[in-house]
């Protein structure tokens, strides 16, 4: 499918990958970021023609979209997070955590290896300061659904940042604000990542 695509559309210098392709994608690449590497998923792919033949060259600017949102709420550096979610995005969220310093746990349905379970993170939720929705909960197909997270736990002293933009105001973000919880969508992130995609299409990256 990809390869017609760029067969088709010889003009397409780039573009951008969504769940639940970000993973996939990179087997696919001729050329890929440090950063993709460590996040081991790309985003945003950008080509590179020469008459019929072509690179793949593979960025991950989600990292940068969720590393500048993360930084608009204040979240101190050795304050503690947990990651809903264990798939591409929750390790790119991982990795900009490690960056930023702030201790994390990823959180998944059937834990694996480090991973803790919902019942586990329940029970240290008063003592996480940062709460990430990386799980399709509260999108669509699942617009009345959250994770499995005790709302009644949260805090004035917590934050809680939902990956999900449309729509704007999950089931988890309403709980959250409803308790006092600062609380973030992924409109910002979005944006952000975009405006770097559209900057790396553009340049000689």
């Known amino acids: 499918m990809l390869e017609d695509l760029l067969k088709r559309e010889t003009d397409l210098r780039g573009f951008c990958v969504t769940m639940p392709y970000k993973e996939k994608i990179m087997s696919l690449l001729d050329m890929t970021s440090t950063l993709a590497e460590r996040c081991t998923n790309a985003n945003c792919i950008k080509i590179e023609r020469w008459g019929k033949d072509l690179r ?6 989600d990292a940068y979209g969720f590393g500048k949102s993360v930084e608009s709420l204040g979240i101190n550096r050795g304050s503690t997070a947990c990651i809903m979610g264990s798939g591409g995005v929750s390790k790119t969220i991982g990795v900009v955590l490690d960056d ?3 201790r994390h746990l990823t959180v998944s349905r059937r834990p694996e290896g480090n991973q803790i379970s919902y019942r586990q993170m329940n029970e240290i939720l008063e003592d996480t300061v940062l709460i990430i ?3 399709p ?3 669509h197909p699942y617009e009345n659904m959250m994770a499995d997270i005790d709302t009644e736990k949260l805090t004035r002293g917590h934050c809680v940042f939902d990956l999900i933009y ?5 089931p988890l973000l309403k709980e959250a604000k409803a308790r006092g919880a600062r609380t973030m ?3 910002n992130m979005l944006h952000l990542q975009a405006d770097l995609a559209w900057e790396i299409f553009n340049s000689n990256l």
Do not use: D, Q, V, Y
């Open 56 to 61: 793949l060259k593979g960025f991950n600017t």
């Open 133 to 135: 929705n990386a799980t």
């Open 137 to 139: 909960l509260g999108m």
């Open 100 to 102: 930023m310093g702030i």
């Open 185 to 187: 969508n992924g409109l």
């Open 166 to 170: 449309n729509p704007a105001e999950t």
